[in-house]
Protein backbone atom coordinates (compact mmCIF):
# COMPACT_ATOMS: atom_id res chain seq x y z
CA UNK A 1 0.00 0.00 0.00
CA UNK A 2 1.45 3.62 -0.77
CA UNK A 3 0.24 6.35 1.71
CA UNK A 4 0.46 9.69 1.23
CA UNK A 5 2.24 11.47 5.11
CA UNK A 6 0.22 15.44 5.20
CA UNK A 7 2.04 16.33 8.58
CA UNK A 8 0.90 19.52 10.22
CA UNK A 9 -0.60 21.15 13.56
CA UNK A 10 -4.04 20.95 11.94
CA UNK A 11 -5.05 23.64 14.20
CA UNK A 12 -7.99 23.12 12.93
CA UNK A 13 -8.29 21.21 9.90
CA UNK A 14 -10.64 22.74 7.27
CA UNK A 15 -11.88 22.00 4.11
CA UNK A 16 -8.77 22.90 2.36
CA UNK A 17 -6.58 20.02 3.53
CA UNK A 18 -9.76 17.47 3.29
CA UNK A 19 -9.92 18.50 -0.30
CA UNK A 20 -6.00 18.51 -1.02
CA UNK A 21 -6.29 15.10 0.42
CA UNK A 22 -8.85 13.42 -1.51
CA UNK A 23 -7.63 15.15 -4.56
CA UNK A 24 -4.33 12.89 -3.75
CA UNK A 25 -6.41 9.89 -2.32
CA UNK A 26 -8.43 10.08 -6.05
CA UNK A 27 -6.16 11.24 -8.68
CA UNK A 28 -2.77 9.79 -7.74
CA UNK A 29 -1.20 6.80 -7.26
CA UNK A 30 -1.34 6.80 -3.25
CA UNK A 31 -4.22 4.27 -2.10
CA UNK A 32 -4.89 6.43 1.26
CA UNK A 33 -3.68 9.61 3.01
CA UNK A 34 -3.15 10.20 6.72
CA UNK A 35 -2.93 13.06 8.74
CA UNK A 36 -0.09 13.12 10.93
CA UNK A 37 -1.21 15.46 13.77
CA UNK A 38 2.03 17.28 14.43
CA UNK A 39 2.51 17.96 18.38
CA UNK A 40 5.27 20.46 18.10
CA UNK A 41 6.14 21.80 14.59
CA UNK A 42 10.21 22.74 15.26
CA UNK A 43 8.86 25.95 13.04
CA UNK A 44 5.78 27.16 14.94
CA UNK A 45 5.24 28.18 18.64
CA UNK A 46 3.78 25.65 20.99
CA UNK A 47 2.06 28.46 22.83
CA UNK A 48 -0.32 29.28 19.99
CA UNK A 49 -1.71 25.26 19.35
CA UNK A 50 -4.98 23.50 21.03
CA UNK A 51 -4.01 20.69 23.13
CA UNK A 52 -2.53 17.49 20.63
CA UNK A 53 -5.85 15.25 22.14
CA UNK A 54 -8.13 18.09 20.38
CA UNK A 55 -6.51 18.77 17.39
CA UNK A 56 -6.56 14.99 16.71
CA UNK A 57 -10.45 14.60 17.70
CA UNK A 58 -10.55 17.46 15.17
CA UNK A 59 -8.80 15.34 12.39
CA UNK A 60 -10.69 12.24 13.09
CA UNK A 61 -13.89 13.97 13.44
CA UNK A 62 -13.16 15.04 9.93
CA UNK A 63 -11.77 12.06 8.15
CA UNK A 64 -14.39 9.71 9.23
CA UNK A 65 -16.46 9.91 6.03
CA UNK A 66 -13.56 9.38 3.81
CA UNK A 67 -11.98 5.52 3.79
CA UNK A 68 -9.16 6.78 2.24
CA UNK A 69 -8.22 9.48 4.80
CA UNK A 70 -7.01 8.96 8.47
CA UNK A 71 -5.72 10.41 11.43
CA UNK A 72 -2.85 9.62 13.14
CA UNK A 73 -1.56 10.40 16.63
CA UNK A 74 1.63 8.72 15.90
CA UNK A 75 3.77 12.03 16.34
CA UNK A 76 2.44 12.21 19.96
CA UNK A 77 4.72 9.43 21.02
CA UNK A 78 7.67 10.50 20.03
CA UNK A 79 9.99 12.90 20.77
CA UNK A 80 9.41 16.76 20.43
CA UNK A 81 9.96 18.89 18.90
CA UNK A 82 8.82 16.07 15.85
CA UNK A 83 11.20 15.88 12.72
CA UNK A 84 10.14 14.27 10.23
CA UNK A 85 12.99 12.18 9.42
CA UNK A 86 12.34 10.47 12.92
CA UNK A 87 8.43 9.94 12.16
CA UNK A 88 9.60 8.40 8.88
CA UNK A 89 11.93 6.28 10.10
CA UNK A 90 9.74 5.21 13.34
CA UNK A 91 6.60 4.79 10.80
CA UNK A 92 8.89 2.77 8.25
CA UNK A 93 9.57 -0.04 10.94
CA UNK A 94 6.00 0.09 12.35
CA UNK A 95 4.73 -0.61 9.01
CA UNK A 96 7.71 -2.29 6.44
CA UNK A 97 4.90 -3.39 4.44
CA UNK A 98 3.76 0.43 3.71
CA UNK A 99 5.58 2.44 1.13
CA UNK A 100 5.46 6.28 2.62
CA UNK A 101 5.50 9.46 0.69
CA UNK A 102 5.15 13.15 2.30
CA UNK A 103 2.63 15.37 0.73
CA UNK A 104 3.87 18.95 1.37
CA UNK A 105 2.12 22.96 -0.25
CA UNK A 106 5.06 24.41 -3.02
CA UNK A 107 5.23 27.08 0.11
CA UNK A 108 7.12 24.25 2.35
CA UNK A 109 9.54 23.30 -0.30
CA UNK A 110 11.04 26.66 -0.56
CA UNK A 111 12.21 25.98 2.94
CA UNK A 112 12.92 21.94 2.52
CA UNK A 113 16.38 22.44 2.74
CA UNK A 114 16.10 23.62 6.33
CA UNK A 115 14.92 20.46 7.50
CA UNK A 116 16.28 17.85 9.43
CA UNK A 117 18.22 15.05 6.74
CA UNK A 118 16.29 16.85 4.17
CA UNK A 119 18.52 14.97 1.47
CA UNK A 120 18.16 11.64 3.16
CA UNK A 121 14.15 12.23 2.84
CA UNK A 122 14.80 13.28 -0.94
CA UNK A 123 16.57 9.42 -1.52
CA UNK A 124 14.47 7.65 0.36
CA UNK A 125 10.76 9.12 0.09
CA UNK A 126 8.96 10.51 -3.16
CA UNK A 127 7.36 14.06 -2.12
CA UNK A 128 4.11 14.97 -3.41
CA UNK A 129 3.71 18.74 -3.86
CA UNK A 130 0.66 20.40 -4.12
CA UNK A 131 0.44 24.23 -6.15
CA UNK A 132 0.24 27.21 -3.27
CA UNK A 133 0.16 30.64 -4.65
CA UNK A 134 3.07 31.94 -2.97
CA UNK A 135 6.10 34.76 -2.82
CA UNK A 136 9.77 33.69 -4.04
CA UNK A 137 10.72 31.00 -5.90
CA UNK A 138 11.09 27.63 -5.33
CA UNK A 139 14.53 26.52 -5.07
CA UNK A 140 15.93 25.37 -8.77
CA UNK A 141 17.34 22.13 -7.15
CA UNK A 142 14.10 21.11 -6.81
CA UNK A 143 12.53 21.91 -10.06
CA UNK A 144 13.73 18.52 -11.81
CA UNK A 145 14.23 16.04 -9.06
CA UNK A 146 12.93 12.48 -10.04
CA UNK A 147 11.12 12.15 -6.10
CA UNK A 148 9.24 14.98 -6.24
CA UNK A 149 5.80 14.85 -7.76
CA UNK A 150 4.38 17.82 -9.19
CA UNK A 151 0.27 17.35 -8.49
CA UNK A 152 -2.28 19.08 -10.25
CA UNK A 153 -3.98 20.15 -7.18
CA UNK A 154 -6.56 22.50 -6.86
CA UNK A 155 -5.40 25.89 -5.27
CA UNK A 156 -6.69 26.09 -1.30
CA UNK A 157 -5.61 29.70 0.06
CA UNK A 158 -7.49 29.49 3.20
CA UNK A 159 -5.48 29.00 6.54
CA UNK A 160 -5.73 27.84 10.21
CA UNK A 161 -4.51 31.26 11.09
CA UNK A 162 -7.10 33.05 9.22
CA UNK A 163 -10.29 30.58 10.83
CA UNK A 164 -8.19 31.24 14.28
CA UNK A 165 -8.38 35.12 13.80
CA UNK A 166 -11.98 35.35 12.42
CA UNK A 167 -13.14 33.26 15.23
CA UNK A 168 -11.62 35.39 17.47
CA UNK A 169 -13.44 38.30 15.10
CA UNK A 170 -16.91 36.65 15.72
CA UNK A 171 -17.14 36.45 12.65
CA UNK A 172 -18.95 32.57 10.84
CA UNK A 173 -16.58 30.40 9.80
CA UNK A 174 -18.56 27.36 9.18
CA UNK A 175 -18.25 26.85 5.70
CA UNK A 176 -14.43 26.62 5.81
CA UNK A 177 -15.17 23.86 8.24
CA UNK A 178 -15.88 20.11 7.89
CA UNK A 179 -19.00 19.91 9.93
CA UNK A 180 -18.06 17.76 12.70
CA UNK A 181 -15.18 19.92 13.42
CA UNK A 182 -17.76 23.65 12.86
CA UNK A 183 -19.60 21.53 15.76
CA UNK A 184 -16.60 20.46 18.06
CA UNK A 185 -14.97 23.77 17.76
CA UNK A 186 -18.48 25.14 18.79
CA UNK A 187 -19.01 23.16 21.38
CA UNK A 188 -15.64 23.56 23.10
CA UNK A 189 -15.66 27.24 22.53
CA UNK A 190 -12.25 27.21 20.96
CA UNK A 191 -10.23 30.18 19.49
CA UNK A 192 -13.02 32.53 21.07
Given at each position: ??????????????????????????????????????????????????????????????????????????????????????????????????????????????????????????????????????????????????????????????SSTFI????????????????????????MNFYK
Amino acid sequence: MKVGLFFGTFNPIHVGHLIIANHLAEYSDLDQVWFIVTPHSPFKKKSSLLEDNHRYQMVDRATEDYPNLRASDIEFKLSQPNYTINTLTHIEEKYPDYKFCLIMGEDNLKNFHKWKNYELILKQNDIYVYPRITKGNVESQYKNYKSIIHVNAPIMELSSTFIRNAIKEGKNVRPMLPEHVWLYLDEMNFYK
